[in-house]
């Protein structure tokens, strides 16, 4: 009897692990241990205003992201790829200039960077490539004029 009932037990042990295991699905995507593994994840203010959205795939950030100001416009974009940074993020003002352009490739500073002031008007730019500062970068007053240039 004790065999039979040892062998119960660890029946059950065996079989309750590996229905914890199995994800579980909600309205956004499928999580796992309390992460989310797919979908679409969309977070709120506490009006209701949409806050976030984020698609995740296999529990990683892939696609673009969405940042949204409490009144509404959109703030930034973030392109991702399986959980790495890549592709072009943005930075938006409120009447929708972009203030800063970030390129990324596999999670390294890549390509051009630029950011502007809140009235568009470009205040630098810089090159990356796989990460570290190259070329020329450039540096501008607010009224256009070049004030400062620098080789990598």
Request: glycine share 10%; proline share 1%; no cysteine.
């Amino acid at each position: 009897m004790k065999k039979l009932t040892l062998a119960f037990m660890l029946l059950l042990l065996i079989s309750s692990s590996i229905i914890a295991q199995e994800p579980e699905r909600r309205n956004d995507g499928f999580y796992l241990n309390g992460k989310l593994l797919n979908g679409l994840h969309q977070s709120f203010y506490p009006g209701g205003q949409l806050k976030s959205e984020q698609t995740f795939i296999n529990g990683l950030e892939d696609g673009h992201s969405r940042y949204f100001h409490s009144t509404g416009y959109l703030t930034e974009i973030r392109a991702w790829s399986k959980g790495k940074k890549h592709g072009t993020w943005q930075t938006f003002s409120a009447d929708s200039t972009i203030t800063a352009e970030a390129n990324y490739s596999d999670d390294l500073k890549n390509g051009k960077w630029f950011i502007r002031d809140e009235n568009g008007v470009l205040r630098y730019e810089m090159n990356y490539l796989n990460g570290k500062k190259t070329g020329t970068w450039y540096m501008w007053d607010e009224n256009a004029n070049l004030i400062d240039e620098k080789n990598y």
